[in-house]
């Protein structure tokens, strides 16, 4: 005799993000139970991303990409500034409202010093802004997501980030921020 498994169509599969059984009704007489499904798709986040916030280029000279960007492209360079927690010298490149980062190692020991060496000047990573990164970072670590940054850390313009490790995002390095208000 064959086992029969019954199995939901997609559509049908949503995630549960509480299972809350609630009699209803008189407890001694017949009980009913009720289970609480969450509305979105299978998964779904309930994090907030605001924005791409902006694009990270990993670089040995400020000056040349600083002149390609202002001189070929037209756009205007936006300030620079020393980040002593990740030994990076930033410069921003406003485009619209993200911007891009150039990030120039102040040490050899520096995550982007590594990033160099290993692979040579070019994109390094995505920031997206979120509303609530300590929600963020919770939600992340629950659903299993491999993380660089388990609790968030300072970062440029006083932001608060973190960083997503690219095993879990298909060999993309995502930081996640949140600047202050």
């Known amino acids: 005799m064959t086992r029969r498994v019954w199995v939901a169509p997609p559509v049908a599969r949503l995630r549960i993000t509480a299972l809350r059984l609630k009699p209803r009704g008189d407890w001694s007489a017949n009980c009913s139970w009720e289970l609480k499904k969450s509305t979105r798709a299978y998964g779904g986040s309930f ?3 605001k924005r791409i916030a902006h694009l990270g280029i ?3 000279d400020l ?4 002149k390609f960007y202002a001189e070929n492209l037209g756009l205007k360079l936006k300030g620079e500034e020393v980040v ?3 030994k990076v010298k930033v410069s921003f490149i406003q485009v619209g409202e993200s911007k891009l980062e150039l990030l120039l190692p102040t040490s050899a020991d520096s995550a982007v010093a590594k990033f ?3 692979k040579g000047e070019g ?3 995505l920031a997206l802004e979120v509303d609530d990164i300590h929600a963020a970072v919770e939600e992340l670590k629950a659903a299993g997501v491999r993380l660089i940054d388990e609790t968030p850390r300072e970062g440029a313009h006083g932001a608060l980030v973190a960083f997503l490790h690219p095993k879990a995002t298909f060999g993309l390095l995502v930081e996640l921020c949140q600047y202050p208000d």
Request: charged letters at 30%.
């Open 47 to 49: 994090m907030k991303i």
């Open 84 to 86: 002593e927690t990740q």
């Open 123 to 125: 994109f390094h990573h």
């Open 58 to 60: 990993a670089v040995k």
């Open 116 to 118: 160099l060496e290993n």
């Open 63 to 66: 000056d040349a990409p600083k």
